[in-house]
């Protein structure tokens, strides 16, 4: 069965500081991959997608992702970040039926 | 442009009681819908999903149900609440493309008491 693991339940960081949250995935054949991130309160909200071509992948609030095949991994970085991007950050990976399989999220705490 | 409608966005019932959150999506047609519940802690769990009018799949066993009623509207239910089913429940849509990503909602808080 595929599986995802986010390889940090907690990531403190200062602002302005960059960060990276970890991501590894289980498969055997083609994924797609996804970031989202939940913000208090709140439902998901998509960051980025990998679905084919260039292994790095921009999404919004300036964030950036890259598969990795051989390392079956899909990890998200930011140069910079900011108080704002204080939240839980999860990955995803979509199987053959088209559900998503969830990682168990990573919270980021940017501190001033 | 796609929107995706939970209510209520919070709710607060007592052990024993039913329960009927309603999940509504406008802007597509024949929408992949679904129904997570995160408990404190963090993880998603997928409850149900559906890929058309009446057709529902259930994950795993639990005193719930899901129906679907028109092409865009999901509906999480119970006739008994349990302290467990306490959460936080969101609903998701997408696509039917393979690789489509998910679109969620912006979740109920459930509170049993």
């Known amino acids: 069965a595929q599986s995802v693991t986010q390889l940090d339940s907690q990531v403190p960081v200062f602002e302005e500081a960059p960060v990276e949250l970890r991501c590894n995935y289980s498969s055997s054949v083609s994924v797609y991959l996804f970031w989202y991130v939940q913000y208090p309160n709140q439902g998901l909200q998509l960051l980025l997608k990998?679905?084919?071509?260039?292994?790095l992948v921009k999404g919004i609030n300036g964030f950036e992702a890259e598969f990795n095949k051989s390392q079956t991994s899909f990890h998200l970085r930011k140069p910079s970040v900011h108080i704002s991007d204080t939240a839980e950050y999860f990955c995803a990976v979509k199987v053959a039926t088209g559900k998503l399989i969830f990682g168990q999220g990573t919270t980021l705490q940017v501190k001033p | 442009s796609q929107t995706i409608h939970q209510w209520p966005a919070t709710l607060v019932q007592p052990v024993g009681s039913p329960l009927s959150l309603e999940c509504t999506v406008e802007?597509?047609?024949?929408?992949?819908l679904y129904w997570y519940r995160q408990a404190a802690g963090r993880g998603l769990q997928l409850l149900f999903y559906?890929?058309?009018?009446?057709?529902i799949s259930s994950e795993v066993p639990q005193n719930l149900s899901a129906s679907r009623p028109q092409d865009r509207q999901f509906i999480l239910s119970s006739k008994k609440l349990l302290l467990s089913d306490s959460g936080f429940y969101l609903c998701a849509w997408s696509g039917g493309g393979g690789n489509q990503p998910q679109h969620f909602g912006d979740g109920t808080r459930l509170s049993i008491l």
């Open positions: 559906s890929v058309g009018i009446g057709q």
């Open positions: 990998y679905l084919s071509g260039s292994t």
């Open positions: 802007g597509t047609s024949n929408p992949n």
